[in-house]
C-alpha cells in the first residue's frame, strides 16, 4: 500500500481512538503493514495502540479499566478494516522496545459471516460498475479486462488499503475516469442489515442541520475572502457546498467582495462538490437575465436536468467586472464546472493549469462494510460548448504554473484598476505600488 493511503487510514483510527476512550487515555495508534513488523503476514495490518501507562502492571490495569473500548474497537475493526487482524495495546517504551507489555487483541472470528474476502469485493464491485456506469460499454470493457486479471491472481492476498488502491487504479487506467474509485469507508455489507445509531438523525431535516453544523467547521468550504491592495477582491473556495446549507455563508462572502474593482477567484484547491452550488455562485457573477449554465444526463433515466442562473440572490450581484479564476491540476469535478461554466459563458478569464478532467456525477454504492465503490451514473452536458471537460480538464485561457497563477492573475486585475476612470487616487497609488512589487509575470 502507498504510504500517503496508509498515513490517511492511520489518522482515521486515530480520529476513533479519541471517540472510544477518555482524554488521554490513548496517546496514539500506528498502522503496520506487511514489511513494518514481522508479525505481519502478507494481506494483514497490525493496529499498534500505545496507551497511558509506563509499566505492566499499569498495562493491567489500564485494561481493567477500558475493556469495554478495547471490545469496541475490536469490533470496528473486524467489520471496517477486515485485514486489521492483529490489534495490540501497549506503553510507548522508547523505540518502541521489543519486550514492552503487549495486550494482544486478534480477530476471533466471530464477525466472519459479514466480511467479505477480496475475490467477492472485486467480485461485487464489477456488478455494480456494470449495472450503474453511466457509458454501459466501457464499464462492460473495464469489468471484462478486471475479470481477467481477478482470475490471474492479481488481487489475491491484498489488505483492503491496497486492494481498494490497485482496483481504483486499474480500473481508472482503463476507462480514464477518475472519478470511479474504490474506497475504503463502506455501507451495509450485502450480508446484514444496518442497525441506526440512536443518535442517528431520522429525518430530512435533522440530516441537513447536521450537514449544516459540519459544513460550517471548514466554513462550507470558503477559506478566505480578502480585499487586496488595489481594491480587488479575493475569494479561496475549496469545495462547492450545498446552498440550502451554505447560502448565508456564500451570501456574505459576495458581500464582502462587491464593491472590488476586480475579482479572483482561486479555485486551485477545490476538488469538487454540489451542482447546485455551483449554479449559487454563478448566479451572483450574472445578472438576473434567463442564463443556461448546464445540462446533466442521467443515463439510469434518460432525463436530463438543466440547470439554470437564478433570477434572484439575497445580496449583491457581482457584475460587468473582470473575473479571474485561479485553476490547478488538483482543480476537479464540482470546481471544474465552476471554472468551465465561466468561462464558455466568457464571464471569467481561467489563469493557472489544465484542471483534473473529471466532469461525471458521481454516486457512492456500498460494497461491504468496509468498502465501497464510487460509479459516475451521469454526464455535463455544456449548453455552449456541447461537451464537457470529462478527461481534457478546464484548459486556461492564461497557462500558468499554479504557483504563479495568483500574481498572474492580480497583475491582470490591478492593471485593470489602472485603466479605470475615477478611481480615487489613494487607490491608484496603491495599485501601483502593488503592481511594480509583484514578481515579473512574463
Not at 492511520?10 to 479519541?18: A, G, K, L, S, T
Not at 495486550?103 to 467477492?120: F, K, T
Request: hydrophobic share 40%.
Amino acid at each position: 500500500m502507498e504510504r500517503a493511503e496508509q498515513a490517511m487510514v492511520e489518522r482515521v483510527i486515530n480520529h476513533e481512538m479519541q471517540k472510544r476512550f477518555a482524554a488521554g487515555a490513548v496517546q496514539r495508534a500506528v498502522l503496520l503493514q506487511h514489511g513494518d513488523d514481522p508479525a505481519v503476514e502478507p494481506g494483514q495490518l497490525l493496529v499498534r495502540v500505545f496507551v497511558e501507562a509506563s509499566d505492566e502492571p499499569g498495562l493491567t490495569a489500564w485494561q481493567g479499566a477500558h475493556q469495554e473500548g478495547i471490545d469496541a474497537i475490536r469490533r470496528e475493526l473486524s467489520l471496517r478494516l477486515p485485514a486489521a487482524r492483529l490489534l495490540e495495546f501497549t506503553i510507548d517504551s522508547p523505540g518502541d522496545q521489543p519486550g514492552a507489555p503487549v495486550i494482544s487483541v486478534p480477530d476471533n472470528g466471530s464477525l466472519a459471516a459479514e466480511q467479505l474476502s477480496g475475490r467477492e469485493i472485486v467480485t461485487k464491485a464489477l456488478e455494480l460498475l456494470r449495472a450503474n456506469y453511466v457509458f454501459p460499454g466501457q464499464a462492460e470493457q473495464a469489468a471484462t479486462a478486471i475479470e481477467a486479471r481477478l482470475e490471474a491472481g492479481e488481487y489475491d492476498d491484498l489488505d483492503e488499503i491496497t486492494l481498494t488502491e490497485r482496483l481504483t487504479r486499474d480500473l481508472q487506467e482503463i476507462t480514464g475516469d477518475r472519478h470511479l474509485r474504490v474506497v475504503l469507508g463502506g455501507g451495509p455489507g450485502p450480508q446484514r442489515e444496518r442497525v441506526p445509531e440512536p443518535e442517528e438523525p431520522k429525518d430530512h431535516e435533522a440530516r441537513r442541520l447536521a450537514m449544516r453544523r459540519q459544513g460550517r467547521l471548514d466554513n462550507f468550504g470558503i477559506r478566505r475572502v480578502e480585499r487586496l491592495d488595489g481594491n480587488v477582491g479575493y475569494l479561496d473556495v475549496r469545495r462547492v457546498a450545498v446552498p440550502a446549507n451554505a447560502g448565508p455563508a456564500i451570501s456574505a462572502a459576495m458581500e464582502l467582495v462587491a464593491g472590488s474593482y476586480a475579482l479572483i477567484l482561486d479555485l486551485r484547491q477545490n476538488h469538487g462538490g454540489a451542482p447546485e452550488g455551483v449554479v449559487f455562485w454563478c448566479s451572483y457573477l450574472l445578472d438576473e437575465r434567463p442564463t443556461h449554465l448546464n445540462d446533466i444526463f442521467h443515463a439510469d433515466t434518460g432525463e436530463t436536468r438543466q440547470f439554470w442562473a437564478l433570477p434572484y440572490v439575497p445580496g449583491t450581484r457581482y457584475t460587468e467586472r473582470p473575473v479571474y479564476v485561479l485553476t490547478s491540476g488538483r482543480t476537479f469535478s464540482g470546481g471544474e464546472d465552476f471554472a468551465y461554466t465561466l468561462q464558455a459563458l466568457g464571464r471569467a478569464t481561467v489563469v493557472g493549469e489544465t484542471t483534473g478532467g473529471g466532469a461525471h456525477p458521481t454516486r457512492g454504492f456500498p460494497i461491504s462494510a468496509a468498502v465501497h465503490i464510487g460509479i459516475p451514473f451521469a454526464r455535463s452536458v455544456n449548453p455552449v460548448t456541447g461537451t464537457n471537460w470529462q478527461g481534457t480538464g478546464v484548459v486556461p485561457d492564461v497557462p500558468a504554473a499554479a504557483d504563479r497563477a495568483y500574481d498572474v492573475a492580480y497583475a491582470k486585475a490591478l492593471e485593470h484598476v489602472l485603466g479605470l476612470d475615477d478611481v480615487p487616487p489613494p487607490i491608484l497609488d496603491e495599485a501601483r505600488e502593488t503592481l511594480a512589487g509583484l514578481p515579473p509575470t512574463g
